[in-house]
């Protein structure tokens, strides 16, 4: 299992996240259809993880998603974070993201 | 109401261009009935206009019932895994010809959806589509052949396809199709291109961080106008939509495109084009290519040429005939006539090779009346 990064590198320098250059993708009207090289297989992401597929292209911290999740959403921001977390993590451990500290 | 092919055809025309600036086309103010949509759908997935259909309906720009809309989105989902399946095989054949040795551009829909489109999304494909010189074909055939890839076609003649051919299209057990291109064109049209000049003008891409080269703007333009009017019996909208995207835009572009074209004889090709997009989605082209357009000469030879490609009379034998006009130098002229009037390919009979004996016949009548 891929260590998990910190949520701040040296010197409290926030980590921002991007999608990984090895996962090509397409925007859909329901999601995001994403293909990781060299040899993956096609695969829709859909929902609150299409949306933060959108967010990642301009290489966002996890405080500046959110922000802006929580107040697309309307929902609390502590939850929003534990949520995203989660879900970076997971997207990390597919390399579908990258951490860039 | 959508009674035939032709009014099923003219409503795909307006919602392949609904989003294209300077053309216009009303969609319809209800869903269609079962049957339309069915026609409809079916013609969408044959001309790969999944991604202008799925856009018009997000937008709300074509009215559409909820199951409707999950077909249309449906088909969407489906063409975008094609093409990220065929990108990924790009990057694989692309690793693999530069290893070789083997300079190549990528051409058609994996260079335009990225280039020419504001989203990838709005342009599906279902091949890849490569130009490579001539004297690189047979080590770019060989690489292609040791990833799984099967000729469709024999060349007439050994040496056919290195200084004649058009291309050579390649199948696999999985669905992907690989077509290398020698020249943009069958027939005269694609033996006139100055293929240094092609790939002297070049635009650079990335796909998952890597580096690759298109045509430059003017020629993806020209490329376009070419597979609108010569490649099949009727333009596919797809590629209508990318001449719209590609047109030059100002004084300067049109001069490097026009320019090319009057130098492979093709204007009458890019009239033809330019026609069938104001014809389809009725497209008001930029200035100044509109007044070129309504102004443009009409050369006798292009004319003759272009005669033989369009409507219902396409020729290919009389594609394959007038090549010999188009070549120049005596030597080029009697390989090209000894291979496509006495093919030696002892392949199975193909495409390419009846082709090849129907302009055998051809050209017998013509040598001996």
Redesign the interface.
Known sequence: MTPRPGRSGPAGTPTRWTRS??????????GV???L??????E?VTGPGGVLWDLLASGPTLDELTRELAARYDHDAEIVRRDLDHALDELRDRRLVVADR | MLSDAASVRALLGRIVAWDLVACDGPLPDRALADLEWVRLLALTRTQRAEGPL??A??AGALVVTARQQDQA?AA??AA??L???L??DL??VHTELTAAGVDLIVLKGAATAHLDEA???ARAFGDVDLLIRGSSLPAAIRVIEELGGTRRHHEPRPGYDTRFGKGVSFRFTRNCEIDLHRTLAPGPFGLRIDLDALFASRQRYE???VGLDALDRPSRFLHACYHAVLGDAFPRLTTLRDLVRTAPRSDHECRIALGRAARWQATSVVGAGIDHAVGTFGWTPPEPLRTWARLRPEAAREQRWLAAYTGDDRLPALQALQGLAALEGFADRVAYARAIAWPTSTGPRTAGNVRARRGARALARIVRP
Do not use: C, N
């Open positions: 250059p090895l996962a090509l993708f397409r925007r859909v009207p329901d259809v994403v293909l090289l060299p040899d993956g297989e096609p829709l | 799925a856009r309906i997000s989105f969407h989902r975008m895994s093409t990220l399946l990108e990924r990057l694989a989203d990838p999304a796909i998952g961080g």
